[in-house]
């Protein structure tokens, strides 16, 4: 009886080929060459033990500070010094004697002004020299004698009508007593007397300051500062 051989015979491929062996070694040398390269290029780890509590410290390079720029300071110009004024020279005359003086007329030597006899001033004469006196009509504020006024230039209605308006009807008139001035004028009114209830002794005291009386007449002489009486009557428009 023929007995039977009992053998196990691979299946045909299932043993790669030197081809297939070849190509698998090339492919297993590359990753070895990149695992290598990238085991080169990593970074250092740090030194110590990792764990969460590990800190990894990292330099930073502080920035540069800028250098602050210096201020310019504007440039104070000193003050020029003034020059101190130089005295004047004083020139020095030799000594020399006074000079006499003397008048030409010898007679005049013991002449002394205050021994000369004052002379009298002559009264102011004017023209009309003869005419009479000014009368005294009355006493004057200071007690002395009060001469009627003589008019150098009578005031206009212009001049009064400021003062005296609505002051009366026509017959009504304030008096007043100057004293007079220089150039005709008069000073130092006073109301005097008036219409009652007109209020008009005021009201020509007021316009007094316009007045031109001549001063009173006495023996042919103008008494400047002598007192008067003006009197000033209100009458009916023409």
């Known amino acids: 009886m023929t007995s039977a051989t009992a053998s196990f015979l691979a299946p045909a491929g299932l043993w790669p080929g030197r081809r297939r062996v070849s190509v698998l070694g090339v492919v297993v040398v590359l990753h070895l060459l990149l695992l290598l390269g990238l085991a ?19 330099n930073i390079a502080a920035p540069t500070p800028e250098r602050a720029q210096p201020k310019v300071q504007p440039r104070v110009r000193p003050p020029t010094p003034r020059a101190a004024p130089q005295p004047e020279a004083i020139v020095k005359a030799p000594d020399a004697a006074p000079a006499k003086w003397s008048f030409g007329d010898p007679a005049l030597l013991g002449f002394d002004l205050r021994k000369t006899e004052r002379a009298q001033v002559p009264a102011v004469e004017v023209a009309g020299a003869n005419l009479p006196n000014t009368p005294v009509v009355g006493v004057a504020p200071d007690g002395s004698k009060l001469y009627a006024a003589e008019w150098q230039r009578e005031p206009t209605d212009a001049e009064l009508a400021f003062y005296i ?40 005291q007021e316009a007094a300051w316009q007045f031109r009386v001549k001063p009173p007449r006495v023996d042919g002489e103008y008494l400047v500062g002598t007192w008067v009486s003006i009197r000033i009557d209100l009458r009916d428009a023409e």
């Open 165 to 204: 308006k609505g002051k009366g009807r026509p017959g009504a008139y304030g008096l007043i007593a100057c004293r007079t001035a220089p150039r005709f004028r008069v000073e130092d009114c006073r109301a005097i007397g008036e219409t009652p209830g007109t209020g008009l002794g005021y009201a020509v």
């Open 40 to 58: 080169i290029l990593a970074p250092p780890r740090p030194k110590g033990r990792p764990g969460r509590d590990a800190l990894v410290a990292v």
